[in-house]
């Protein structure tokens, strides 16, 4: 056989073009289902986390909420319930408190001047002490719980490795990082209390 027929057959011959297809296909097809496989999972893992959260939110609604006790029984009980979902999980548990629901939506920091202009109050700066807790609250808010009828924004945030190490073959970050909260009210089983009024400070 001539050499130009047999160049002619091998160019006419498709046996084996499935697997070297295939061959160049599978690399990006594994990234991506890889990648929605880790998204999907981020998903379920933040569906999850609000449910626990806005479960625990109701049972720390009632007149024991306030409670120092009381409280940790239900921290434990939202880090003992993100643990069978998430066993490796580092868990962050913040509660900050305002006086009212449209204090809590606005979040607004506490009035300052901001002489250098660099939206941080530091330097000096005068600012308004709202809530008389001696520190200036970006949020306007104050750590803790609250007492009576106060409204408290209840926050849990999770860290932990991502599920597979997809972004980490790309150059991003191996960690997920989500995060829920809530707003709930305290039962108004005495008086709200008051801060009285507001003190003018000066930032550190």
């Not at 933040?46 to 921290?75: C, F, M, N, P, Y």
């Not at 999980?89 to 939506?105: C, D, G, L, P, V």
């Not at 901001?114 to 330097?123: A, S």
Request: charged residues 20%; glycine residues 10%; positive net charge.
């Amino acid at each position: 056989m001539k050499r130009g027929h047999v160049l002619g057959a091998l160019a006419k011959d498709r046996r084996g073009a499935t697997i070297i297809e295939f061959a160049l296909i599978a690399p990006v097809l594994s990234l991506v289902l890889l990648g929605a496989f880790d998204t999907a999972h981020s998903l379920y893992m933040r569906g999850t986390l609000q449910g626990i959260v806005q479960k625990v939110a109701r049972d720390s609604s009632l007149e024991a909420g306030t409670d120092t006790a009381q409280q940790a029984i239900l921290d434990n009980r939202v880090r003992a319930q993100v643990r069978a979902v998430a066993n490796n999980a580092s868990i962050t548990i913040t509660r900050r408190f305002y006086r009212t629901f449209a204090a809590a939506a606005a979040a607004q920091p506490e009035a300052w001047t901001d002489t250098n202009g660099d939206g941080n109050c530091n330097n000096g700066e005068p600012y308004q002490d709202d809530n008389r807790n001696g520190t200036w609250d970006r949020d306007g808010a104050d750590a803790g719980q609250g007492g009576a009828k106060d409204r408290t924004l209840y926050t849990v945030a999770l860290s932990y490795p991502r599920f597979f190490p997809l972004w980490k073959a790309i150059g991003g970050s191996s960690t997920t990082r989500i995060s829920a909260s809530t707003v709930l009210s305290n039962q108004p089983y005495s008086d709200q209390g008051s801060y009285g009024a507001s003190l003018v400070r000066n930032c550190p």
